[in-house]
């Protein structure tokens, strides 16, 4: 049973440029997360994809934007890249139908993006 | 919104000791859950250890175990008969409970060494 995968696993990337991660969520997961992890820092949620919809957004600009296809996979896409935006993302999923405690959330191993 | 606090960036422990690590957070909900996450140079999340506010007593994991003050709004981990393979980043993360999903609040994090 796969877990969450994300790719690719590093990148760089130049100021200004925009940049596409993908993640495909654990088998029989339907809700992906995604959450941005400066050097040294906690992941800071981004948003949240369940059917197909943006449910929950963090405190991020518009030109963080994402979407997820009917096979519940996932893309982050930013663009105008700043280089404040050199993170690991990371990918959770989780179930949505009775979500809160009993779901165990499954983090991927992210994706380093360096932007020079 | 909620906020968590780890307030030890870092902590060494020698193998086979047992080490406590902090955390505090500050909410207006009244139903919640709370997590430690471990984070190895593999950079992959892996769930720790969970709580659920409305629970009284401690959960407890193998060697790892919390100290849950809901009042004071504290949430310590205890990592008894440390080992090698603690050394880690180790985050604390809130989760309201109900609502939208699945969305993790975590702290700053906690660099765990055990030493041999």
């Known amino acids: 049973d796969a877990g969450v995968t994300q790719s690719p696993t590093h990148l760089i990337k130049t100021r200004g440029q925009q940049v596409t991660l993908r993640c495909s969520p654990k088998s029989g997961h339907d809700t992906v997360s995604w959450y941005q992890q400066a050097l040294g820092q906690g992941p800071q949620f981004i948003f949240q994809?369940?059917?197909?919809?943006?449910?929950q957004r963090g405190n991020f600009p518009d030109r963080f934007s994402g979407h997820q296809f009917p096979n519940y996979s996932s893309e982050l896409n930013v663009n105008a890249l700043l280089l404040g935006d050199s993170a690991l993302y990371l990918c959770a999923s989780s179930l949505r139908v009775g979500t809160g405690f009993g779901n165990t959330i499954y983090f991927g191993e992210g994706s380093w993006l360096t932007v020079v | 919104a909620q906020t968590v606090t780890q307030s030890q960036p870092e902590m060494s422990v020698q193998e086979a000791e047992t080490v406590t690590l902090s955390c505090t957070y500050d909410t207006s909900e009244s139903n919640y859950y709370l997590f430690w996450y471990k984070q190895p140079p593999s950079r992959q999340m892996i769930l720790v250890i969970r709580q659920e506010a409305y629970k009284q007593q401690n959960a407890t994991e193998n060697r790892f175990s919390v100290n849950f003050q809901k009042a004071a709004k504290s949430f310590s981990l205890k990592i008894s008969d440390s080992q090698l393979g603690d050394t880690a980043m180790y985050f604390c993360?809130?989760?309201?409970?109900?609502?939208?999903?699945?969305?993790?609040?975590f702290g700053g994090g906690t660099r765990l060494m055990v030493k041999p």
């Open positions: 994809y369940y059917e197909e919809e943006e449910r």
């Open positions: 993360a809130f989760m309201k409970s109900g609502g939208a999903g699945n969305m993790l609040t």
